[in-house]
């Protein structure tokens, strides 16, 4: 993954917040059902975005928000020293139902044709499927190829802000509508780059 390259530099961002978080008695799962919630009120923004504009806006914000709660429940729970194998199986739950709230909030709205957006999905939940699975089998958990989860989420924080700017279409979607795009392709890639590499070590 692309954005995996910043994660030391994230990381000395969110780990002074994760501690000041926890000292306050506040608990990881909490934290982590408060990025579901941001995820679908993203999803829901992103829904009504196509009438209104100052939507797409919000949804940045929302989308924003959990990617860094997401990171955020991690770091406490390594601070409390309280990982679990149950945080880390609530943590990937979240992630996929965060993931369904946000893409299909974009292409239920009508930026793309739906059935693009099903790929779309499918080549997403393909992916992170495959991380895990390579775990399950005992390989080690494996998260390689061209688009991660934070490559997707960055990449479409950055598409709404550019469609809030620019809304109009260019052969045939806007921008968020091409960014589907995108992510159907680059996740169906990474998807077969994962089950190579699994294959390879089986």
């Known amino acids: 993954m692309t954005i995996d390259a910043l994660r030391p530099f994230a990381s000395g961002l969110i780990e002074p917040i994760a501690r000041s978080f926890a000292d306050r008695g506040i608990s990881p799962d909490a934290i982590s059902f408060a990025s579901l919630v941001f ?8 829904y009504y975005s196509m009438n209104e504009s100052l939507m797409v806006v919000a949804a940045v914000v929302f989308v924003a928000l959990n990617s860094f709660f997401d990171a955020l429940d991690g770091a406490m729970a390594r601070y409390l020293r309280i990982t679990s194998k149950r945080g880390d199986f609530l943590d990937h739950v979240i992630d996929r139902y965060s993931d369904v709230f946000i893409i299909c909030g974009i292409f239920f709205a009508g930026y793309i044709h ?14 992170s499927y495959l991380g895990t ?8 958990r494996f998260y390689g190829g061209i688009m991660g989860r934070a490559d997707r989420l960055v990449l479409i924080m ?4 550019v469609h809030y700017a620019y809304p109009h279409s260019f052969f045939g979607y806007p921008v968020l509508g091409w960014t ?6 680059g996740s169906h890639i990474t998807a077969l780059q994962r089950i190579a590499h699994i294959w390879k070590q089986l």
């Open 39 to 46: 995820a679908l009120l993203a999803g829901i923004c992103y």
């Open 114 to 127: 739906w059935q693009l957006g099903v790929v779309a999905i499918v080549g997403v939940l393909l992916t």
């Open 133 to 140: 699975q390579a775990q399950a089998l005992d390989i080690g």
């Open 158 to 161: 950055l598409a709404s802000v």
């Open 180 to 185: 589907i795009v995108i992510i159907a392709v």
